[in-house]
């Protein structure tokens, strides 16, 4: 299966956590680009955050110091630990691996912040 599968999304309420989790069938440990995107009604897909091979990671402004991403290559495995969620952050989150047309994107997964 080439369609990686997400899991972890939710109902929360703010100031919430919740952990998302992307598992490929294959190896990740190769891939030079790992990502979360979010979209919302109505707004372009937007990314998130980020890893390399190397281990650097990359955040969008918004959710600097509230989201970490991190990766298991042992498990083939890419998480998105999401604290102090707003309502704003309201969204479909999805996975994608690897860059441009190669990539294969996830489902989605939807997470819902609200009181």
């Known amino acids: 299966q080439a369609e990686p599968v997400e899991s972890g999304g939710g109902l929360v309420q703010p100031g919430g956590s919740l952990r998302l989790s992307c598992s490929a069938s294959?190896?990740?440990?190769?891939?030079?680009?790992m990502g979360w995107y979010r979209q919302v009604p109505g707004k372009q897909r937007e990314l998130v955050a980020h890893?390399?091979?190397?281990?650097?990671?990359s955040y969008a402004d918004s959710v600097k110091g509230r989201f970490t991403i991190s990766r298991d290559n042992a498990q083939n495995t890419v998480y998105l630990q999401m604290n102090n969620l707003k309502p704003e952050d309201t969204a479909v989150y999805y996975c994608?691996?690897?860059?441009?047309?190669?990539?294969?994107w996830g489902q989605g997964t939807q997470v819902t912040v609200s009181s």
């Open positions: 994608k691996l690897g860059l441009g047309v190669r990539g294969s």
């Open positions: 294959r190896s990740i440990a190769s891939l030079n680009f």
């Open positions: 890893i390399a091979m190397t281990g650097s990671t």
